[in-house]
């Protein structure tokens, strides 16, 4: 059974940086996914399982980076910039079949002064 | 980008009877290597989203049967045959298809 752990959330000021894990239970295809306080879903990052390809939402490229270590089967975001609007809960997702299959519980970002 | 347009935002549904939730895409989801990426999520309230449909038609492992997806091209639909009250959430559609991926608005179900 696919297990997908996320943490590494909190409270940060604008501007300032964090690095979320996930850690899976193998080494997948893997996706991060977020949604803001009351609404959708947003897709944010994409890692090849062996870390040679990584995709990136317009809204976060050049401010997040996607890798990981797969000594470990974990893979990180590193949110760098932040911004109120990034204040969400994000997910990590195994991919397969052209999308997000299994998700881990989430882990809440709060960007505030 | 590829836009991912759900409808309606909002479904009343009565216990029994069927649903139809639509989403359209402003390109074809129909990827080189012939499949079509298309897939289905449900988000009941408080809980991580769970895929449903994949490839447009396939349902996941565990799903009910009263749960169908079809569609091509650009128009997708998601159908339940008889609405239960366990269905209640929020439905996303997204493509596989192109980068970035992308998911529709979303469409809250409720009784």
């Known amino acids: 059974q696919v297990q997908l752990v996320e943490s590494g959330g909190g409270v940060v000021q604008p501007g300032g940086s964090l690095r979320l894990s996930c850690a899976a239970s193998?080494?997948?295809?893997m996706h991060w996914v977020r949604q803001a306080p009351g609404k959708g879903l947003e897709w944010v990052a994409f890692?090849?399982?062996?870390?040679?390809?990584?995709n990136y939402a317009d809204s976060v490229k050049g401010r997040f980076t996607v890798s990981r270590d797969t000594s470990k089967n974990t893979v990180y975001l590193q949110m760098n910039g932040l911004r109120t609007e990034d204040t969400a809960g994000y997910y990590c997702a195994r991919d397969l079949l052209g999308g997000p299959k299994d998700w881990g519980q989430g882990t809440l970002v709060t960007v505030s002064s | 980008d590829v836009v991912m347009t759900q409808s309606p935002l909002s479904l009343p549904v009565t216990l029994g009877q069927p649903a139809s939730i639509s989403c359209r895409s402003s390109q074809s989801l129909v990827h080189s290597d012939g499949k079509t990426y298309l897939s289905w999520f449900q988000q009941r309230p408080g809980q991580s989203p769970r895929r449903l449909i994949y490839?447009?038609?396939n349902r996941e492992s565990g799903v009910p049967d009263r749960f169908s997806g079809s569609g091509s091209g650009t128009d997708f639909t998601l159908k339940i045959s008889r609405v239960e009250a366990e269905d209640v959430g929020v439905y996303y559609c997204?493509?596989?298809?192109?980068?970035?991926?992308?998911f529709g608005q979303g469409t809250k179900v409720e009784i």
């Open positions: 193998a080494n997948y295809n």
């Open positions: 490839t447009v038609s």
């Open positions: 890692i090849q399982s062996d870390g040679s390809k990584t």
């Open positions: 997204m493509q596989g298809t192109h980068w970035p991926r992308t």
